[in-house]
């Protein structure tokens, strides 16, 4: 069975920095895209950032970019997300992913078939 599990969020001030992790089992990690996605309250999920199955390809939402590092160990089977410069619109729930086909990469929700359970991330001002 294939799970992710996040770890990571926080309560932070704005400006500040918080790195996400999510651990992942039951898959060959290594051969698949993992996103990241969050959802504030009120609103529907927006996705964040994308690497490719070996890292070598990245996508990242224009709200973050600049601010936010995807990166990814396939030897340690996680993903990680380094958050900077923080601002109160970056609070929300953030969710890591897995797509639903190995060697595919894609920024569309939809495509994810895995999703983990969810971490807070909360910035204040």
């Known amino acids: 069975q294939v799970q992710l599990v996040e770890s990571g969020g926080g309560l932070v001030q704005a400006g500040g920095s918080l790195r996400l992790s999510c651990a992942a089992s039951?898959?060959?990690?290594?051969?698949?895209?993992m996103g990241w996605f969050r959802q504030a309250p009120g609103k529907e999920r927006e996705f964040v950032a994308v690497?490719?199955?070996?890292?070598?390809?990245?996508a990242y939402a224009d709200s973050v970019k600049g601010r936010f590092t995807v990166s990814r160990d396939n030897a340690k089977n996680t993903l990680y997300l380094q958050m900077s410069s923080l601002k109160p619109e970056d609070t929300a729930v953030y969710y890591c992913?897995?797509?639903?086909?190995?060697?595919?990469?894609?920024?569309?929700?939809?495509?994810?078939?895995?999703w983990g359970q969810g971490t807070q991330v909360t910035v204040s001002s």
């Open positions: 992913a897995s797509v639903r086909g190995s060697n595919y990469f894609t920024v569309r929700g939809e495509e994810y078939d895995v």
């Open positions: 690497i490719a199955w070996s890292g070598g390809y990245t």
């Open positions: 039951g898959r060959t990690f290594s051969s698949y895209t």
